[in-house]
């Protein structure tokens, strides 16, 4: 009888070694080493969107299409730089539906019931090091209209921002989705960010410093191409001799994605500048 037992007692043991094995074999993956790599740039004139870092940036999504699985989903979304590039070094290897999302038109749309209207992200196999340019329409473009000026520790800056799709255009694109409404073209605010980081916005900014102008219903359609002066905050001066960044940046009333509840910004490109002593 107790041998009885001990041989039971043996072969449980197996049987969970056994078991442990299985389930260490499943999960005893090679690290994921494969690179997607690129930018998100202006269709008309080539340059990168500036962006966010971080979740008010421009999103990219991979879905795995070769993966099988019944309960597939997509990967971990990741973010684009400020600059408008973008890089994850710790991808499968595989063939991926690739997109991206952003303060520009977005690239794949359809109506509210479900039926695709345009679809321009892109089946991509990911191998190695593989490169995967967007272009894209962006909503607005913003630019320093000259350097930045320094006076008592705070900055002025003139700003200029124009449409890169206009108000016609845009409903045309975004109407077929449903639920249109007028005021998703509409300007809504205008920011300069200030920081010590050369990654200066939203995510970087000394609140300190940084402001912002505010502008209600279409009123902002009549400084679309004019110069526009912003100050940095009335508050704390910035310290003298330091070096700061600053960036411009504008949004409309239109969530990206539809109903993500985040309208985010078109940005300037950052500039450097230093408070005299």
């Given at each position: 009888?107790?041998?009885?037992?001990?041989?039971?007692?043996?072969?449980?043991?197996?049987?969970?070694?056994?078991?442990?094995?299985?389930?260490?074999?499943?999960d005893n993956y090679d690290e994921?080493?494969?690179?997607?790599?690129?930018?998100?740039?202006?269709?008309?004139?080539?340059?990168?969107?500036?962006?966010?870092?971080?979740?008010?940036?421009?999103?990219?999504?991979?879905?795995?299409?070769?993966?099988?699985?019944?309960?597939?989903?997509?990967?971990?979304?990741?973010?684009?730089?400020?600059?408008?590039?973008?890089?994850?070094?710790?991808?499968?290897?595989?063939?991926?539906?690739?997109?991206?999302?952003?303060?520009?038109?977005?690239?794949?749309?359809?109506?509210?019931?479900?039926?695709?209207?345009?679809?321009?992200?892109?089946?991509?196999?990911?191998?190695?090091?593989?490169?995967?340019?967007?272009?894209?329409?962006?909503?607005?473009?913003?630019?320093?209209?000259?350097?930045?000026?320094?006076?008592?520790?705070?900055?002025?800056?003139?700003?200029?921002?124009?449409?890169?799709?206009?108000?016609?255009?845009?409903?045309?694109?975004?109407?077929?989705?449903g639920g249109y409404d007028e005021?998703?073209?509409?300007?809504?605010?205008?920011?300069?960010?200030?920081?010590?980081?050369?990654?200066?916005?939203?995510?970087?900014?000394?609140?300190?410093?940084?402001?912002?102008?505010?502008?209600?219903?279409?009123?902002?359609?009549?400084?679309?191409?004019?110069?526009?002066?912003?100050?940095?905050?009335?508050?704390?001066?910035?310290?003298?001799?330091?070096?700061?960044?600053?960036?411009?940046?504008?949004?409309?009333?239109?969530?990206?994605?539809?109903?993500?509840?985040?309208?985010?910004?078109?940005?300037?490109?950052?500039?450097?500048?230093?408070?005299?002593?």
């Open positions: 009888m107790i041998m009885k037992k001990y041989s039971l007692a043996l072969a449980l043991v197996g049987s969970f070694a056994m078991s442990s094995c299985a389930l260490f074999e499943l994921p080493e494969e690179t997607i790599h690129g930018a998100v740039v202006d269709a008309i004139t080539g340059d990168s969107i500036q962006t966010d870092q971080g979740s008010e940036g421009i999103r990219v999504r991979m879905l795995q299409l070769d993966y099988n699985s019944e309960n597939i989903d997509h990967n971990p979304d990741f973010y684009c730089m400020p600059n408008g590039e973008y890089r994850n070094t710790k991808v499968f290897k595989g063939l991926y539906n690739v997109r991206v999302d952003g303060p520009f038109v977005p690239i794949v749309r359809e109506t509210a019931d479900g039926v695709p209207i345009s679809d321009n992200s892109k089946d991509i196999e990911v191998s190695g090091s593989t490169e995967c340019v967007f272009e894209v329409t962006p909503f607005l473009n913003v630019e320093f209209v000259e350097y930045p000026t320094v006076s008592s520790g705070r900055i002025t800056a003139k700003v200029r921002v124009t449409r890169g799709i206009s108000r016609e255009d845009f409903r045309k694109a975004i109407e077929p989705m005021s998703f073209a509409n300007i809504t605010d205008i920011q300069l960010f200030v920081s010590y980081s050369s990654t200066v916005g939203f995510r970087a900014r000394d609140e300190r410093w940084s402001s912002s102008i505010e502008y209600e219903g279409n009123s902002f359609d009549e400084l679309l191409g004019e110069t526009i002066t912003i100050k940095s905050t009335k508050g704390v001066a910035i310290p003298a001799g330091r070096h700061v960044f600053v960036r411009a940046a504008a949004r409309i009333n239109y969530e990206t994605p539809r109903a993500s509840g985040t309208r985010r910004w078109n940005y300037s490109k950052p500039m450097e500048v230093i408070i005299p002593e």
